[in-house]
């Protein structure tokens, strides 16, 4: 089991929630804290930057200032991330995920793709830098509302 919780830097939990998930999505988590990908050098830094937050998740050697620099990286490559307001999960990480697709190569192969209607999705052997498939089967992208009330109490 991975380490519990992130840092909040500013109002990042919507991106913390995407990192949670992932971190903890066995195949994908296993890909990146084991290094299993080839990037494409310092283009891949969301990928790297995230990779490196996963395995310290996963290792218990997770520190605010990892979180921070993946915030920052991301404020780097995307101006819609930048900043401090909330955002919407799901759309940080199809951004993510679409990220990775060109970080880990988006060229002569699909490594990552989901239908046009953003609800199943499949990887394959990327024939640009010849990673491995994340997944044997298909995959189906699910989408779970939580709704927060300000100042309500749990019995």
Not at 143 to 152: H, I, R, S, Y
């Amino acid at each position: 089991m991975s380490a519990h919780g992130l840092r909040n830097h500013g109002n990042t939990c919507f991106m913390n929630a995407v990192v949670q998930c992932l971190s903890n999505t066995a195949p994908l988590a296993a890909f990146l804290a084991l290094g299993r990908y080839r990037a494409r050098g310092a283009r891949a830094e969301v990928t790297h930057r995230l990779a490196a937050l996963v395995r310290a998740l996963w290792t218990r050697d997770y520190t605010p200032q990892l979180s921070a620099e993946f915030k920052n990286i991301v404020s780097e490559h995307s101006a819609q991330f930048r900043g401090n307001a909330q955002h919407d999960a799901l759309e940080f990480l199809l951004w993510l995920l679409d990220r990775m697709h060109e970080d880990l190569g988006g060229g002569g192969g699909q490594a990552l793709s989901l239908d046009a209607s953003l609800l199943w999705g499949h990887t394959e052997r990327c024939e640009t830098f010849d990673n491995p498939p994340l997944c044997q089967e298909n995959f189906k992208v699910q989408l779970l509302e939580v709704w927060g009330f300000q100042n309500a109490q749990v019995p």
